[in-house]
């Protein structure tokens, strides 16, 4: 009975590890549905997804792969991108809070909301900076990861030095991978 129980255990604690989400941040107030986001893909609970310093997204969603858990959106404050509790959303979902840039992270738990005294979230103790850059339109997507050092660098300078948007979807569109 006990190697039965090691081995259920062990398959739940597995489970348990797969489970990763995207969490993508826009721009624009369009509702998560086409443009240009920065994001991260393959991100484990609890840990946090952030913008760099000098960018807030207007937008943010949040897919699990299993379309369940809550994700966070935080605003920043004294450097910390994942400071202050925005509003939490569902697996599948995107939120606009004010429909301006207020939103610089974002992370996500397995549970579901829960009210608490303080209702604040409970801070993240790992970080991670976004790895993925984006472009959706007409119901598709592309992408440029992170390890693809020279590309992913080129739509952040592009990105840094005001290039339009439907250019960089262009670029993204010629050198990412269809999602």
């Not at 590890?17 to 609890?46: E, K, M």
């Not at 599948?92 to 604040?120: F, H, L, M, Q, Y």
Request: glycine letters at 8%; hydrophobic letters at 30%.
């Amino acid at each position: 009975m006990l190697p039965h129980t090691l081995i259920s255990l062990l398959g739940f604690a597995s489970l348990a590890l797969t489970q990763l989400a995207n969490i993508n941040f826009y721009n624009t107030d369009d509702v998560c549905r086409s443009g240009l986001f920065d994001g991260c893909v393959n991100l484990p609970p609890n840990v946090c997804c952030f913008l760099q310093p000098n960018q807030l997204a207007t937008c943010m969603d949040f897919a699990s792969s299993n379309n369940r858990g809550i994700a966070t959106a935080f605003s920043s404050q004294s450097g910390n991108q994942c400071a202050i509790v925005i509003e939490q959303l569902q697996s599948g979902v995107c939120v606009c809070p004010t429909g301006t840039p207020i939103i610089s992270g974002g992370s996500w738990r397995t549970t579901s909301i829960r009210k608490r005294d303080n209702d604040e979230e409970e801070p993240c103790e790992e970080k991670m900076e976004t790895n993925v850059f984006g472009w959706s339109e007409n119901d598709s997507t592309w992408t440029v990861h992170k390890d693809d050092d020279a590309t992913y660098t080129n739509v952040a300078q592009a990105i840094a030095n005001g290039t339009s948007k439907s250019d960089i979807g262009k670029y993204i569109k010629q050198h990412g991978q269809k999602a």
